[in-house]
């Protein structure tokens, strides 16, 4: 199983992204998947997940970004619009899930992805 995300780059105050988080291999299905960043100095934190289609969000992000997901295609969005300076990190993709239906489920990280906020 390996977790894809893509979509960082560089934008200036204000702007859009939409990051992509695609999960491929062989599984039995997708529980919940989320959305973490990482700053310089500071410890990775959960900014957004959804499970079962329902999304939540951390505070600091709440109401500029949003979470969705593609089940036909394993594929999870998060948009994030209205972007500030110290939304810049690396963002990474994490999901729990199962290998086969009597499994437990198994947590898997894609590799980070950088936004930068900046003008």
């Known amino acids: 199983v390996q977790l894809q995300a893509s979509g960082g780059g560089l934008v200036q105050p204000g702007g859009s992204l939409r990051l992509s988080c695609t999960v491929s291999?062989?599984?039995?299905?997708?529980?919940?998947i989320g959305w973490y960043r990482q700053a310089p100095g500071i410890q990775r934190e959960l900014i957004a997940a959804?499970?079962?289609?329902?999304?939540s969000y951390s505070p600091s992000v709440k109401g500029r970004f949003a979470i969705s997901r593609d089940s036909s295609e394993n594929t999870a969005y998060l948009q994030m619009n209205s972007l500030k300076p110290e939304d810049t990190a690396v963002y990474y993709c994490?999901?729990?899930?199962?290998?086969?239906?009597?499994?437990?489920?198994?947590?898997?990280w894609g590799q980070g992805t950088q936004v930068t906020v900046s003008s």
């Open positions: 959804i499970s079962r289609g329902i999304p």
């Open positions: 291999g062989s599984f039995f299905n997708i529980h919940a």
């Open positions: 994490n999901a729990d899930l199962k290998i086969t239906q009597r499994a437990s489920l198994v947590n898997y």
